[in-house]
């Protein structure tokens, strides 16, 4: 298994947990990583819920995303872990019963145990940590580990969607407003032109675009690049 971290440490190592750093995948990537050395385990993934339904996020070995995969399916204990809300822990995969298909793909890959701990905020769902061993059950200790961490990682994982949601609107803003500087500076060529009003000069871009069903924004940068380029060429 992974060299183990434990206590104070996994929990300062999730304090210093920087968001910012790299994509959403790096950040989750990074969690899960961080998660099979508190445990430890061989590997990990983070599931998350996609419109209701479990999808694996990240995983630290493609195994893992093969494993997780195996649940969706059918009935599984990542599935559990989510309709009840607590730890699903399987110590041989070699006699569980409950979930054959899961337990099956795992023999498998070489997973002899797996241990699901349910990730929830404030009361929200957000997904599970999936973790895998090759090497024996998780012990007593280890699944104390796993849920201390969880609620720790909740939270981290809560700041990363926020972040992430809150960005992904701000650059969305960002486009928003340099189509609409586009698009005015395109009013304005037309006006010049002797398109007439502000008005009458969106309508006649806004008529344009839709009998060449192009966006009003790829047809107002092209009059610019038109204009600037006759310009320049004058």
Same mark, same amino acid.
């Given at each position: 298994m992974t060299e183990c971290l434990h206590g104070d440490s996994a929990l300062t190592a999730l304090a210093q947990f920087v968001i910012t750093d790299g994509t959403l995948d790096d950040a989750l990537l990074r969690m899960?990583?961080?998660?099979? !050395?508190?445990?430890?385990?061989? +590997?990990?993934? $983070? *599931?998350?819920?996609?419109?209701?339904?479990?999808?694996?996020g990240v995983f630290t070995d493609p195994q893992a995303a093969?494993? =997780?995969?195996?649940?969706?399916?059918?009935?599984?204990?990542?599935?559990?872990?989510?309709?009840?809300?607590? *730890?699903?822990?399987? =110590?041989?995969t070699y006699t569980e019963q409950r979930?054959?298909?899961?337990? %099956?793909?795992?023999?498998?890959h070489g997973v002899t145990a797996s241990l699901l701990v349910p990730l929830t905020a404030c009361g929200e769902r957000l997904g599970a940590l999936a973790l895998y061993s090759r090497t024996g059950p998780f012990d007593v200790e280890a699944? %104390?580990?796993?849920?201390d961490f969880?609620?720790?990682? /909740? $939270?981290v994982l809560a700041n990363v969607q926020a972040y992430w949601d809150a960005r992904q609107l701000a650059e969305r803003?960002?486009?928003? +407003?340099? /189509?609409? @500087?586009t698009i005015e500076h395109a009013v304005g060529i037309l006006m010049a032109g002797g398109g007439g009003t502000p008005e009458e000069a969106f309508q006649?871009?806004?008529?344009? /675009?839709?009998?060449?069903?192009? !966006?009003?924004? =790829?047809? @107002? %940068?092209?009059? $610019?690049?038109h204009t600037v380029h006759r310009q320049q060429s004058s």
């Open positions: 899960a990583e961080l998660a099979c !050395k508190v445990v430890p385990a061989d +590997m990990a993934g $983070i *599931v998350l819920l996609a419109e209701g339904r479990p999808a694996t093969d494993l =997780d995969a195996a649940q969706y399916g059918a009935d599984g204990p990542c599935r559990e872990s989510f309709r009840c809300q607590q *730890v699903c822990r399987i =110590d041989s979930w054959p298909e899961f337990t %099956a793909a795992a023999v498998a699944v %104390a580990q796993a849920e969880a609620v720790s990682a /909740s $939270i803003l960002q486009r928003a +407003m340099r /189509s609409r @500087a006649l871009l806004v008529r344009a /675009s839709q009998r060449e069903n192009r !966006k009003l924004r =790829d047809l @107002a %940068a092209e009059i $610019i690049d």
